[in-house]
């Protein structure tokens, strides 16, 4: 879910060079099937691309449902906003809260009986739950909910597992692209002296996705701080 950019698009090309059948998903359903289509042509892989709004969630169960199988399932769609608490715009705030609580759920609980018993399901998160900054108060909540949708999924879902991801500031990221001036304090302040790339979170991601032993793990991935 959200695989047409950024590092979702890099983990659904990474599964269909492996071989696997994926299902991509974009708020756009032409760009979802152009991306496939790219995909499917690059890799040889079954690819196959559906249009789904997670911010309109009572509309997810219909447009997943002719989704049979699920072995690995991804949610990784999201929308940003910059909203403080001295300016707080309530729309965006409902879009986003919505798109990252009600609509991941929305999606897991639309696919959990087609989840395969070995199946496992990765959130996506983000550092602004440990380390907000000016605007992002209702990005920081909403990230900080993956642990707990995690934690309450991996219960409900069980033997599925069920892990999420937290990335820092990505080098090579399209949601960076306009954010290079705060790249060069980040990576004096990371305890590697470097920032992640979209491929090492992508690495991350899998073992999570991969490992029979990961399971309810909240990973973050941003090359340490102090």
Known sequence: MGATQGIGRELAAEYARRGNEVIITGRSAERAEAEAAQFAAETGSRVSGLGLDLSQPHSVADALGKVERVDR?????????N????SFAVPAAVTLATTKIVGYAAVVAALHDRLASDAAVLLFGGMAKDRPYPGSTVLSTVNAGMVGLVRTLSVELAPVRVNSVHPGAVVDSPAWADKRAL????????????????RQIVEGCLFLLENPAANGVNLTLDAGRA
């Open 73 to 81: 399932l991804v949610v990784a769609g999201m929308i940003r906003d």
């Open 83 to 86: 909203n403080t608490v001295a």
């Open 183 to 198: 790249l060069e304090p980040l990576r004096k302040i990371s305890l590697t002296g470097e920032l992640p790339t979209m």
